[in-house]
T-cell receptor, first 109, second 113 residues
Framework: GQNIDQPTEMTATEGAIVQINCTYQTSGFNGLFWYQQHAGEAPTFLSY??LDGLEEKGRFSSFLSRSKGYSYLLLKELQMKDSASYLCAVADSNYQLIWGAGTKLIIKP | TAGITQAPTSQILAAGRSMTLRCTQDMRHNAMYWYRQDLGLGLRLIHY???????GKGEVPDGYSVSRANTDDFPLTLASAVPSQTSVYFCASTAEAFQKEAFFGQGTRLTVV
């Protein structure tokens, strides 16, 4: 079957750095996505990786290793507004998105 | 900018009743999607439409139907609701099928009692 694994919850301190991991097993691979979802709101797009390596976008970076079925989202200089759930999703061979259950990130002052 | 609008924002529905969740987008996106989001589970695709006039089944289509008469609207119908359909429903769109960035509506919280 197809599976996306990510930690259920993480806690970090304001101003620090946090890494949210995602491992996947899917039938085919056509890219990995990260979305941010604040409580009670819609998911919003953060990043897309299809080749191995690191993609940097401001305070957020996303890394992909296709051979290991692994990705991480790195958040630097954490702010209170970064408290949210972070969703990992993989596009399979049919380009359908398989979603992880999300990682709830709690930022403490 | 409106983007994607869903209605209603929340609803309590008696089991056995039918209901249509509305979704409208003003971005002229070709592809649209319906997901459900349940606690502890990832988003699951119910139905999708790659372009007006076509629809397809996702991972969990049973008990739901969709239509795509035009580019802007993609309603989701529950013919006879059951309690297991209690969920938060999100409509989303991408400019083209298989496009990277999806835009989501604010969601409809449905409770079937």
């Amino acid at each position: 079957g197809q599976n996306i694994d990510q930690p259920t919850e993480m806690t970090a301190t304001e101003g620090a750095i946090v890494q949210i991991n995602c491992t996947y097993q899917t039938s085919g691979f056509n890219g990995l996505f990260w979305y941010q979802q604040h409580a009670g709101e819609a998911p919003t797009f953060l990043s897309y990786n299809v080749l191995d390596g690191l993609e940097e976008k401001g305070r957020f970076s996303s890394f992909l290793s296709r051979s290991k079925g692994y990705s991480y989202l790195l958040l630097k200089e954490l702010q209170m507004k970064d408290s949210a759930s972070y969703l990992c999703a993989v596009a399979d061979s049919n380009y359908q998105l398989i979603w992880g259950a999300g990682t709830k990130l709690i930022i403490k002052p | 900018t409106a983007g994607i609008t869903q209605a209603p924002t929340s609803q309590i529905l008696a089991a056995g009743r039918s209901m249509t969740l509305r979704c409208t987008q003003d971005m002229r996106h070709n592809a649209m999607y319906w997901y459900r989001q349940d606690l502890g589970l990832g988003l699951r695709l119910i139905h999708y439409s790659n372009t007006a006039g076509t629809t397809g089944k996702g991972e969990v289509p049973d008990g739901y139907s969709v239509s795509r008469a035009n580019t802007d609207d993609f309603p989701l119908t529950l013919a006879s609701a059951v309690p297991s359909q209690t969920s938060v429903y999100f409509c989303a769109s991408t400019a083209e099928a298989f496009q990277k960035e999806a835009f989501f509506g604010q969601g409809t919280r449905l409770t079937v009692v």
